[in-house]
T-cell receptor, first 109, second 117 residues
């Protein structure tokens, strides 16, 4: 059973489009996260949700909007995609330990 | 200021040898946690080992051990008996509380380990 799953795994799209990435965890964790990994492999927190409440909103453009319909799901919607949004986006969930999804590789052309 | 420092961008180790990946951290919190993750070329982030700041013994998980030196603020990862499958990026991360029972991880820049046959 996959603990943290993300869809899609790959996403190639044109500049200006709107896209969503979905994340689900079956670990029963209360807290979920979105991280961005840039081309230099640097990982940075974007958002954190605890029991469907936004806890962290780092300096992320407001084109990025997380949505948590329930505590097992945390989706990421991105409006008006830009070239600089190309990266790998990781979803994670945590109790004591933080577990990551497989990542979504976004390429904006 | 960088909170997690991994000074080795890349390292080589001979198969079956042990290797130490360095990690130093900076925090004024009394309660914190340190993690190591492995990222193979396939891209997933694999949890390896965790050390809490109040844990008196160094954490161990199979061939992985964490050399925790609190006074020096270091949390080095030791991999014993390296295998070819250990070739990957390794990230050190520190847990920081962010309120309402949640925390965030701050990552180092990673060390790329290559195991030589």
């Amino acid at each position: 059973d996959t603990a943290v799953s993300q869809t899609p795994k790959y996403l190639v799209t044109q500049m200006g489009n709107d896209k969503s990435i979905k994340c689900e965890q079956n670990l029963g964790h209360d807290t979920m996260y979105w991280y961005k990994q840039d081309s230099k492999k640097f990982l940075k927190i974007m958002f954190s949700y605890n029991n469907k409440e936004l806890i962290i909103n780092e300096t992320v453009p407001n084109r990025f909007s997380p949505k948590s319909p329930d505590k097992a799901h945390l989706n990421l919607h991105i409006n008006s995609l830009e070239l600089g949004d190309s990266a790998v986006y990781f979803c994670a969930s945590s109790s004591e330990t933080q577990y990551f999804g497989p990542g979504t590789r976004l390429l904006v052309l | 200021a960088q909170k997690i420092t991994q000074t080795q961008p890349g390292m080589f180790v001979q198969e079956k040898e042990a290797v130490t990946l360095d990690c130093t951290y900076d925090t004024s919190d009394q309660s914190y946690g340190l993690f190591w993750y492995k990222q193979p070329s396939s891209g997933e982030m694999i949890f390896l080992i965790y050390q809490g700041s109040y844990d008196e013994q160094n954490a161990t998980e199979g061939r992985y051990s964490l050399n925790f030196q609190k006074a020096r603020k270091s949390a080095n990862l030791v991999i014993s008996a390296s295998q070819l499958g250990d070739s990957a990026m390794y990230f050190c991360a520190m847990r920081e509380e962010s309120g309402a029972g949640s925390y965030q991880l701050t990552f180092g820049k990673g060390t790329k380990l290559s195991v030589i046959p």
